[in-house]
């Protein structure tokens, strides 16, 4: 397991008990590296989204639970935030919960020319991803996939 993904789990442990004694639902954690900075990213959310004062208070409780327990070696920045109306489909739980929604997917390389795709997210397993394109089922395998995400509609 990578450090970043070890990060990732004991960040989400200790989120855990603070999501839950704030009404609100883990979404993701990462932990990622952009423009030489690192960034601690929570994602929460509940049934309606969540307001900026769930965000803060779970994010000052993260802090405290985070600077106990010490164990990022870097410099980083806390982010607590909602997972947007477009949010990225990242795990088996976001897929479930995603089954029969529209989504936009695109590709590290491009499939017959075309590489990003729109449709109505069916199926999904370990290694594939079912979109209902024009009515065509298309099977994606998630290695090819680089984003998939809900899509927008307005």
Same mark, same amino acid.
């Given at each position: 397991?990578?450090? %970043?993904?070890?990060? /990732?789990?004991?960040?989400?442990?200790?989120?855990?008990?603070?999501? /839950? +004694?704030?009404?609100?639902?883990?979404?993701?954690?990462?932990?990622?590296?952009?423009?030489?900075?690192?960034?601690?990213?929570?994602?929460?959310? %509940?049934?309606?989204?969540?307001?900026?004062?769930?965000? =803060?208070?779970?994010?000052?409780?993260?802090? $405290?639970?985070? $600077?106990?327990? &010490?164990?990022? /070696?870097?410099?980083?920045?806390?982010?607590?935030?909602?997972?947007?109306?477009?949010?990225?489909?990242?795990?088996?739980?976001?897929?479930?919960?995603?089954?029969?929604? /529209?989504?936009?997917?695109?590709?590290? %390389?491009?499939?017959?020319?075309?590489?990003?795709?729109?449709?109505?997210? %069916?199926?999904? $397993? +370990?290694?594939? =991803?079912?979109?209902?394109?024009?009515?065509? &089922?298309?099977?994606?395998?998630?290695?090819?996939?680089? =984003?998939?995400?809900?899509?927008?509609?307005?």
């Amino acid at each position: 397991m990578s450090k %970043k993904d070890i990060i /990732e789990k004991k960040t989400e442990a200790l989120l855990e008990p603070i999501a /839950e +004694a704030n009404g609100v639902k883990i979404y993701d954690v990462e932990y990622v590296k952009e423009a030489g900075e690192w960034y601690l990213r929570a994602y929460i959310d %509940k049934e309606g989204g969540v307001n900026i004062n769930e965000c =803060v208070d779970v994010s000052h409780a993260l802090s $405290d639970a985070l $600077d106990a327990d &010490d164990f990022i /070696e870097e410099a980083y920045t806390l982010e607590v935030s909602s997972p947007g109306l477009g949010r990225a489909l990242k795990k088996d739980r976001h897929f479930e919960n995603s089954l029969g929604q /529209e989504v936009e997917l695109k590709l590290f %390389k491009a499939r017959d020319g075309v590489k990003e795709f729109a449709g109505t997210l %069916k199926a999904y $397993d +370990a290694n594939t =991803v079912t979109v209902t394109i024009n009515d065509q &089922d298309e099977i994606f395998t998630r290695k090819e996939i680089s =984003v998939i995400k809900l899509a927008l509609d307005f």
